[in-house]
Nanobody
Framework: QVQLVESGGGSVQSGGSLRLSCAAA????????IGWFRQAPGKEREGVTS???????NYADSVKGRFTISRDNAKNTLYLQMNSLKPEDTAMYYC????????????????????WGQGTQVTVSS
């Protein structure tokens, strides 16, 4: 079992950047596939990006080229670097972990993930 705590959210103007952190406790992050998800008011929670134990990554089309997922194994922490932010990126951002394994790349489906953090709010103003 793993506990996840997100941080780094805030308010930023369009075109700005933020880096979110997801600190893990109870187990090492390399044991899991980790995903970042977001949920805007009135919308479904959607997958943003994910990384597996082989460092394979997956990105939603809406964030490709703007967001980067990374992992610091020594700190047992995942990061989400978000650049060129847009108002439509405004949402609560969650990190999640799973023991699942995939052939090509880690899943972006929320149903595939078991352990969830509490989320951190990102607001992008125009």
């Amino acid at each position: 079992q793993v506990q996840l705590v997100e941080s780094g959210g805030g308010s930023v103007q369009s075109g700005g950047s933020l880096r979110l952190s997801c600190a893990a406790a109870g187990n090492t992050v390399t044991s899991y596939s980790i995903g970042w998800f977001r949920q805007a008011p009135g919308k479904e929670r959607e997958g943003v990006t994910s990384i597996d134990s082989l460092d394979r990554t997956n990105y939603a089309d809406s964030v490709k080229g703007r967001f980067t997922i990374s992992r610091d194994n020594a700190k047992n922490t995942l990061y989400l670097q978000m650049n060129s932010l847009k108002p439509e990126d405004t949402a609560m951002y969650y990190c999640a972990a799973t023991n699942g394994r995939w052939t090509l790349r880690p899943s972006l489906s929320k149903e595939s993930y078991t352990y969830w953090g509490q989320g951190t709010q990102v607001t992008v103003s125009s």
